[in-house]
């Protein structure tokens, strides 16, 4: 570990507003240290150094605003760890030696992270990033819960954005299948995420998960610190898996990064002509991403084996019309349990989600009868209400 | 000479005796009148004068004083002009009283042909229960005049007409007394079609009737109206444009059963009031209204300088049907909950006080959001983050509660848009809706289920032991407060009034349970 006079510098330095990962690597080429950079910035010598660089290469390699800043984090350096300490976070730099081997891979790696929660989790092994749009359909959101289930059977930790729609889902899918997950926000831990997902956001610290940040506390997330934060969601991901992604998603940012780190992307594909997944499908026309074609195979391409018992071979045969419906394998004993027009109509949703015309049509049941049924159901908890349809849940949805 | 004469005044739907005093006094020529005039009514001055002329008659170069008893009411419209011409051509002695005894409504023009008025129906029966036999309306409001038992009405076209009838077979009418034909520049070149109401406002014009065989697929939906209009519950239905929801709408007139011998009168008296009565008699159908969702808070409710019914009156024993409710005026939506709830509506006002009774059952649709396409797989949302939110949100909370049934519709498939199978006709379905309206009514002491009171859902509803438990897990789950529970006993009786069966079964409970979709509310939904 660097002595800690130069860790405490290196924080404050990162810390500060307008000052990011490029320029404090700039900085730390040209004076060597935090602590050299805090000197410099107090008695003009960076001042001087800004004004070189503008007229060789035209442009301040440091905005004025940032320089400002950077002044006032010289004169008072105590100032920009005390924000962090009273938010009750942990800090790790990129001066430790234990600072997470998957970030390092970035270059340059984020220079702090700030982290609420246990730390300890960036290290462990099995990480999976699982991301996608803010407004799903309820085939994306149902696919999500499916394969966070199975991901954390398996043991992995699920790393997400804790952003509106699939990100939400995975880390709700995670705290529900007794899984540990790592939230990743855009802005300082002052300004965590949407106030939805408030009771989310304490179960995830709860149950043993972090929410970590690379900005200091008080940064109020922008449209620019989106991408950005999406970079490090690549990075600490040994794998990514994209759920739905529209075109100009931030998800295909998440899965870019990730194939620039040669990281495996899988994608879940989508009908072509389809809104919610034209940015996903385009992802595997133009990159090295690998279609996500069942729960078996990705478990498989990642080379993770569950702890439970093996499913390889009893997978039910593809369900009509469903995009991708993973091995709804285990289905067959809990429609037993049911009487037979819930299994009527509990069938057809293991097929795919479907509002309550859709399953009239479908089953051909009357329509008080597919009522009463999927009350039965909901209060069964085997099924559960996404958006105008309804998907299976619990047993059903394995 | 003094002349006194009886005519009526509109108060609420309630008609108010009026005395008229004609004196005919020797003087300066002059016309006043005394007793709380609104403007239509000082200007009867004038349509009196023209018509007493032009009718054949002399209007007396006398002063005469027009005094309108009691003269604490205040008297509006022009429904007195006929009784004001009659008495000054009896005080001006063109006329001998004969030996009846009349009461007179109606507006002159200046022809002397006697207008149409408003309300005739609920002032001849005022005039009834006052003990005056014989009422003078004009030809226009004959129809409705005679419902009331009872009385002699006889429509007149012309003040002649009217003169003639208080003159009596052997009365005089003085002078010339035949009517000035009038120099008519305009007039239509083609005989306007006689048949047909003539149309009401553009605002609430009548939606094209439209058969349930012709809608395709929506069968969830189309049940759930079924089991509405049966049990005359509140029902909301949410769905993208173009899931069909005014369509469906529109097939509620030919679904409705019709008014009984009470409700009828209750419908036509209001129909009267608003002035939409015109030649025909009794509405046996019950009222559909569908005003458009830019009408205004007074067109909703009621109101303006001669507290008209609105909207929601004029729906009293019908449906009323508001498409696009997140763009009604907020204000307009939140004081039909008072009347939801109580069935009255009261409009107070500095110049007055009514109360209109509007007992209509409310059927609503909505976009999930401003674009429409918030949750459909297969069409982006367009609205930005919050929108949605935003959106639902312009209906109140309260006034959503109000809705026994929210039902979810999405589009169909276009496999299902042309698929052929025709689905039951609008009669079929209407039968098993009046069949089981009829059920309700005799159990529950005429009233339809939807109204049923709380003291008395308990017993009405009849759940079987198991529909009983059904119910109490179903509402531990769901945090359920007491008045959903009772909302859903309510539904359920219905659905098993629909199936013709006595006790409310665990299936009943749970459809029940079904009709209020959790993914139709827009609260619930957005949360999801």
């Known amino acids: ?398 | 000479m003094l002349a006194t004469l009886v005519t009526a005044v509109i108060n609420g739907l309630r008609g108010e005796l009026v005395r008229v005093e004609i004196d005919v006094a020797p003087g300066l020529p002059a016309c006043h009148i005394v007793g709380l005039p609104d403007a239509a009514l000082s200007e009867a001055r004038e349509r009196v004068r023209g018509a007493i002329r032009n009718a054949g008659f002399d209007y007396p170069a006398s002063r005469i004083t027009v005094n309108l008893a009691p003269a604490d009411i205040r008297k509006r419209g022009a429904a007195y002009d006929l009784a004001i011409a009659v008495g000054i051509l009896v005080a001006s002695r063109q006329i001998r009283r004969g030996n009846g005894s009349w009461a007179l409504l109606g507006e002159l023009s200046l022809s002397g042909t006697v207008e149409a008025v408003p309300g005739v129906l609920p002032m001849v029966a005022t005039l009834a229960r006052q003990g005056y036999r014989r009422v003078v309306v004009p030809h226009a409001n004959e129809a409705e005049a005679r419902l009331v038992n009872g009385v002699e009405a006889i429509g007149v076209e012309g003040l002649d007409d009217a003169a003639r009838l208080v003159a009596g077979p052997r009365g005089r009418t003085a002078g010339r007394a035949a009517r000035r034909p009038a120099v008519e520049l305009s007039r239509p070149s083609v005989p306007p079609p006689t048949t047909g109401r003539p149309s009401s406002s553009a605002l609430t014009a009548p939606l094209e009737p439209v058969d349930l065989a012709d809608i395709r697929g929506q069968q969830h939906a189309r049940w759930a109206l079924e089991v509405a209009l049966a049990g005359g519950h509140n029902l909301l239905l949410v769905g993208p444009p173009g899931a069909g929801k005014t369509l469906l709408a529109r097939t509620i007139p030919g679904l409705l059963p019709p008014l009984d011998d009470d409700e009828a009168l209750e419908v036509t008296v209001i129909a009267s009031v608003a002035g939409e009565l015109r030649d025909d008699g009794l509405r046996r159908d019950r009222p559909f209204r569908a005003p458009h969702h830019t009408s205004s808070y007074v067109a909703l409710v009621g109101g303006g300088p001669q507290l008209l019914p609105g909207e929601a009156t004029r729906a009293h024993r019908g449906v009323l049907f508001l498409d696009e409710l997140a763009e009604f005026d907020r204000p307009a939506l939140d004081a039909l909950r008072e009347p939801l709830e109580e069935g009255i509506l009261t409009i107070a006002r500095a110049h007055g006080r009514v109360r209109y009774p509007a007992r209509f059952q409310l059927v609503a649709a909505m976009n999930p959001c401003r674009c429409g396409n918030f949750g459909d797989p297969q069409r982006r949302c367009r609205c930005s983050t919050g929108e949605p939110e935003r959106y639902v949100r312009r209906v109140s909370g309260p006034l959503l509660d109000r809705f026994d049934m929210q039902i979810a519709m999405a589009r169909l498939p276009p496999a299902q848009l042309l698929d052929d199978a025709r689905l039951e006709t609008s009669a079929v379905v209407r039968e098993r809706i009046c069949k089981a309206r009829a059920v309700a009514l005799v159990r529950n002491v005429g009233r339809a289920n939807a109204h049923l009171p709380a003291a008395a859902v308990q017993e009405l509803c009849a759940l079987t032991p198991a529909a009983g438990r059904a119910l109490a897990d179903w509402a531990e789950r769901n945090h359920a407060s007491g008045r959903s529970i009772h909302r859903v006993m309510r539904v359920a009786r219905t659905i098993a009034d629909l199936a013709a069966t006595v006790q409310v079964d665990v299936a009943d409970i749970l459809a029940a349970a079904q009709l209020r979709d959790p993914q139709a509310n827009p609260d619930e939904r957005l949360a999801a």
């Open chain 1, 1 to 398: 570990m660097a002595e800690p006079q130069e860790r405490d510098a290196w924080i404050a330095l990162a810390s500060t507003p307008g000052v990011g990962d490029e320029t404090t690597a700039r900085l730390l080429a040209r004076f060597g240290s935090a602590r050299e950079v805090l000197a410099g910035a107090a008695d003009g010598r960076v001042d001087a150094w800004r004004a070189e660089v503008r007229k060789s290469e035209g442009r301040p390699p440091i905005t004025g605003k940032a320089l400002g800043e950077l002044r006032r984090t010289a004169s008072a350096p105590a100032l920009r760890l005390r924000d962090i300490e009273q938010m009750g976070l942990s800090t790790m730099t990129a001066l430790d030696a234990d600072y997470p081997r998957r970030l390092r891979d970035l270059d340059p790696p984020p220079a702090v992270i700030n982290i609420m929660g246990d730390a300890q989790i960036l290290f462990r092994p099995r990480l999976v990033a699982v991301v996608g749009t803010r407004r799903p359909t309820p085939a994306g959101r149902l696919l999500a819960t499916r394969i966070v289930r199975r991901l954390v059977e398996c043991g992995v930790t699920i790393v997400s954005g804790l952003a509106v729609g699939i990100d939400g889902a995975a880390h709700a899918a995670t705290l529900e299948a007794g899984g540990r997950t790592v939230a990743v926000i855009g802005g300082g831990h002052r300004h965590p995420s949407v106030r939805a997902h408030e009771r989310l956001r304490a179960g995830i610290i709860a149950t043993g998960g972090a929410i970590i940040s690379e900005h200091p506390p008080d940064t109020v997330p922008r449209l620019g610190t989106f991408p950005r934060r999406n970079r490090i969601i690549a990075a600490l991901g040994d794998a990514t898996v994209v759920i739905e992604a529209p075109r100009r998603s931030g998800a295909l940012i998440t899965a870019n990064r990730a194939l620039e780190l040669e990281r495996p992307v899988f994608v879940a594909p989508g009908r072509v002509g389809d809104w919610a997944t034209a940015g996903a499908l385009a992802l595997l026309r133009e990159t090295p991403a690998r279609p996500l074609v069942g729960l078996d195979e990705l478990i498989e391409d990642l080379g993770y084996f569950a702890a439970g018992p093996e499913r390889a071979d009893q997978r039910a045969a593809p369900a009509k019309g469903a995009v991708a419906a993973p091995g709804n394998s285990d289905v067959a004993p809990a429609l037993a349990m049911l009487g037979e027009t819930e299994r009527t109509v509990a069938t057809r949703l293991v097929a795919g989600p479907a509002g309550l015309d859709s399953l009239v049509a479908d089953t051909g049941l009357a329509p008080a009868v597919v009522s009463s049924a999927v009350t039965m159901l909901l209060m069964r908890g085997w099924v559960q209400p996404a958006g105008p349809a309804y998907i299976v849940a619990g047993p059903l949805a394995r």
